[in-house]
């Protein structure tokens, strides 16, 4: 994975160009870190994004 690739395939996704997808593949990355990405820079992406955080586990003590 190069910075450049995972710019440019921000820079196709934010626009349209390519769906989340097909950009992630491009770049090298997953989508969910290659979405995670557009969100961190601010960017703006072309659908939103799926929340990747965990859900919380409750853990009780016997």
Do not use: I
């Not at 090298?28 to 820079?41: D, I, N, Q, T, Y």
């Amino acid at each position: 994975m190069s910075q450049h690739a995972v710019r440019t395939a921000m820079a196709l996704y934010q626009n349209g160009t390519l769906d989340l997808d097909t950009a992630a593949r491009q770049a090298g990355v997953s989508p969910e870190r290659l979405c995670r990405a557009v969100e961190r820079f601010g960017g703006v992406s072309a659908t939103p994004c799926a929340d990747t955080d965990p859900e919380p586990v409750a853990v009780r003590a016997d």
